[in-house]
């Protein structure tokens, strides 16, 4: 349905009504003027659910956490002038993830730019490359058919939705006036496009093909899979959650070792297959890497979270180093990659699985089942003596004790790389989300809640303090939707991580500059929000907390108070024992 109010209000409402045919539903909108058409056009429409973020580069972010959950664009609705700027760290984590987005920008119209307009920058492609659509919509005009707006919204949505999955910008040029009321427009307007019947299906029917694997590159993989004596599977980041079916089924049939990065969503829990968990651990040991070199390497997916895993074949270059992929992302860093194959990864995983014919190499195999268990061991150990709540015991602790149909949302820095090296494998195995695009600290509440909201599962998530303090505002949206998330707060006064750089050894600049001691108590800011809050500073006292939070289901802060020091020198000592221990192999 769209009223004949005025030509700002018809456009609107065609803009956002074709976005949901096309199949979008959450809108997350920030308040402003230029935006009143789009703002009011979503609000009246009764399908759309409108979420209010007050603050646009939290809008973005949680537009970015939507999309991880959903695998669906979210759209973004906001003002013109530094509001659309705000939406940029986002906007880059979004491409460089993969991410499907829409972002709705208001703007005054060609007369007003340049001439020092307020509330007015040059938002023509402002997202540059990382947006992987945009067009500058024209003001509404009699003289602009209406199949304008509606075929250019079915195009922006399949672009943004066809990988590579990415941005489509659409910049909403508005004269006034903006608010809905009613003026009254020519009844012949839309004439023209009635015959299409726009108003109960997309103008643009767009049908998308699935990659096929190629018969070429299916039998050179299978070639190395069935002649090669050492062979490793390597799982990174999976943009589509259905591909991971298929590819359990190749793993357990091609009986490999494989290393399930934590983005894979592969990594916790068990799930009865060959997966080596705490491999990046078995990296430390010059030993293992000569020991465990395979003859080929054949990944599938995205990026690691490991630095070492990449050095490991930087160090030890391969013949074969085989990259699966739908995306076409290059992801090479350390320039080992040897032949890429551009296709859907359940697909050739179905494929792959029937040219299958060798039988794995054993010895080669039970080292590697061998030094994880070394691994698990000593990492099990090490927490279990170690008397004070560290940041390990955390990671351990959520990954054993969060319920089955529950989701995980790591923040960048300590807390996603604590959870691949020390989590337990014998918890769930939850799905897993993360801002590992542009592996910034800022956004991460927002993506939290993002993906909270799309998965309509009771969530955690384990962030640092610095960059809760990033994104503490986003907290006045999750009471408001009532998002059962359940936020683990890592108090350490600091920047934990700066203490594994060189850095740390220039005692005269480091703790100042780097480290960035805050002082801060969080409880206050958290109550002021209207979150359940409690403080844990024992292991049983957070595992209370945390067991009461999931049971209640609301929306909690649980601050842990933990000491960069004591944190620093348990993950050296594991790592210490992890290496002797290896040497027994």
Request: charged share 25%; net charge neutral.
């Amino acid at each position: 349905m769209v009223t004949m109010n005025n030509l700002n209000t018809l456009w609107a409402e065609l803009i956002i009504g074709e976005l949901i045919r096309c199949g979008a539903r959450h809108f997350f909108i920030s308040p402003g003027s230029r935006s009143t058409p789009l703002t009011a056009a979503a609000a009246k429409n009764e399908k759309a659910k409108k979420i209010i973020v007050f603050d646009e580069r939290s809008s973005g972010y949680m537009g970015v956490g939507y999309g991880q959950a959903r695998n669906e664009p979210a759209v973004i609705i906001t003002t013109s002038g530094t509001a659309v700027a705000n939406l940029f760290a986002s906007v880059v984590e979004a491409s460089l993830s993969n991410i499907a987005l829409i972002i709705l920008s208001a703007d005054r119209p060609f007369e007003s730019q340049c001439v020092g307009e307020n509330q007015t920058i040059d938002q023509i492609d402002i997202f540059a490359k990382y947006a992987k659509f945009f067009y500058n919509m024209p003001c509404p005009d009699y003289n602009i058919s209406p199949e304008v707006p509606l075929s250019t919204i079915s195009y922006a949505y399949d672009m943004c939705t066809s990988d590579p999955k990415g941005i489509s910008h659409i910049n909403c040029m508005f004269r006034k006036p903006l608010e809905p009321d009613d003026e009254g427009i020519r009844s012949s307007y839309l004439d023209q496009v009635k015959e299409r019947s726009f108003l109960t299906k997309k103008y643009t029917f767009y049908f998308k093909a699935a990659k096929q694997a190629d018969a070429a590159s299916l039998e050179m993989v299978s070639d190395i899979i069935n002649s090669k004596k050492k062979v490793l599977f390597s799982i990174g980041k999976l943009d589509n959650s259905a591909d991971k079916g298929p590819l359990l089924d190749l793993i357990r049939h091609a009986s490999l070792p494989v290393y399930a990065d934590i983005s894979s969503g592969l990594r916790l829990g068990s799930i009865g297959t060959n997966i080596i968990k705490h491999f990046d651990n078995e990296l430390l040991s010059e030993d293992f890497l000569k020991r465990y070199l395979p003859d080929a390497l054949i990944h599938f997916g995205g990026r690691l979270t490991s630095k070492r895993f990449g050095l490991f074949f930087k160090k030890y270059k391969l013949n074969e180093h085989i990259a699966i992929d739908s995306s076409q992302s290059r992801y090479d860093p350390v320039f080992s990659v040897t032949h890429r194959i551009d296709s859907d990864i359940g697909l050739f995983s179905k494929e792959l699985l029937k040219k299958i014919r060798r039988t794995a190499n054993k010895e080669f195999n039970d080292l590697y089942l061998k030094s994880a268990r070394i691994a698990q061991d000593v990492i099990e150990k090490s927490i279990a003596e170690d008397s004070v709540v560290s940041e390990p015991f955390l990671s351990r602790a959520i990954s054993r004790t969060m319920p089955k149909d529950n989701c995980l949302f790591l923040s960048n820095s300590m807390p996603v790389r604590d959870m691949e090296l020390y989590a337990s494998d014998d918890g769930n195995c939850p799905e897993i989300g993360l801002n590992r695009g542009a592996s910034g600290i800022d956004g991460i509440l927002s993506s939290s809640i993002g993906f909270a909201l799309a998965s309509a599962k009771q969530t955690t998530l384990l962030v640092g303090d610095i960059a809760f303090i990033h994104d503490i505002n986003a907290l006045s949206v999750i009471k408001k939707m009532e998002i059962p998330l359940i936020i683990v707060l890592v108090n350490n006064n600091g920047g934990g991580i700066f203490h594994f750089l060189p850095i740390c050894r220039h005692d005269d600049i480091f703790e100042d500059y780097f480290a960035t001691p805050h002082g801060f108590d969080f409880e206050l800011a958290t109550k002021n929000f209207k979150l359940d809050y409690f403080r844990a500073e024992s292991k049983e006292g957070f595992l209370k907390y945390y067991r009461d939070c999931l049971i209640s289901k609301r929306p909690s802060v649980i601050e842990v108070l933990t000491e960069r020091e004591h944190n620093l020198q348990l993950r050296r000592e594991i790592k210490r024992k992890i290496i002797e221990d290896l040497r027994s192999l």
